[in-house]
């Protein structure tokens, strides 16, 4: 696998490293040594699948609060999404800061989010799937999240036609309203 550091400490956007030949390829897309070996929680305690019909479908921004804080990786296995984190660590020099990458089934590419970051994403494309790995089980009473919208973040999310987003996430708070700040 092929790690590349993002700007937010801690996040990684993993490439399985190919090996191909006339049938096809194979590739690793997860192993605990070399995700131990650079840092990362190796543990996985639940996986769990995202479908969207529709291009534009809207989730997020989700995360659990302490002390079931999760981190996740995150690969689309069809179609296409604009993958966004928002880091919320306290004390982190990328508090309140963003960022979004596209992945894709074409791409292969996956996202490692460390705990302490709000996840979201807009789908790209029709029929798309997502696959995530979460180093802790869901606790429904720890589920929290902030607007997709919101404008302290600033969040750049591709143009549609149209969104759809669920009347749960459009009622989530503002990032400031949660008292978060965001570091310059």
């Known amino acids: 696998m092929i790690f590349t550091e993002l700007m937010l400490k801690g996040t990684f956007l993993i490439e399985p490293e ?3 030949d006339e049938r096809g390829f194979f590739a690793r897309t997860f192993c605990v040594e070399e995700f131990a070996a650079h840092g990362l929680i190796p543990t996985v305690a639940q996986c769990n699948v ?3 019909r529709r291009r534009g479908t809207l989730r997020g921004l989700h ?3 302490p002390p079931h804080a999760e981190a996740k990786l ?3 296995t069809a179609g296409a999404a604009f993958d966004v984190i928002v ?4 004390g982190s020099p990328t508090r309140g800061r963003w960022l979004g990458v596209e992945l894709s089934a074409q791409n292969r590419k996956m996202l490692y989010i ?3 970051f709000a996840h979201g994403f807009q789908t790209l494309a029709d029929d798309t799937e997502l ?7 869901h606790v429904p009473q720890a589920e929290r999240g902030i607007r997709w919208d919101d404008p302290g973040l600033a969040i750049e999310w591709p143009a549609v ?7 749960r996430d459009l009622s989530l708070p503002t990032y400031a309203s949660l008292g978060g700040e965001r570091q310059r």
Do not use: H, T
């Open 18 to 20: 190919r090996l191909e």
């Open 50 to 52: 995202s479908y969207n």
């Open 63 to 65: 995360y659990q609060a």
């Open 74 to 76: 995150v690969r689309c």
């Open 87 to 90: 880091d919320l660590r306290a």
């Open 114 to 116: 460390p705990e302490g």
């Open 131 to 137: 696959f995530y790995q979460m180093s802790k089980a």
């Open 161 to 167: 036609a149209q969104r759809i987003i669920s009347p």
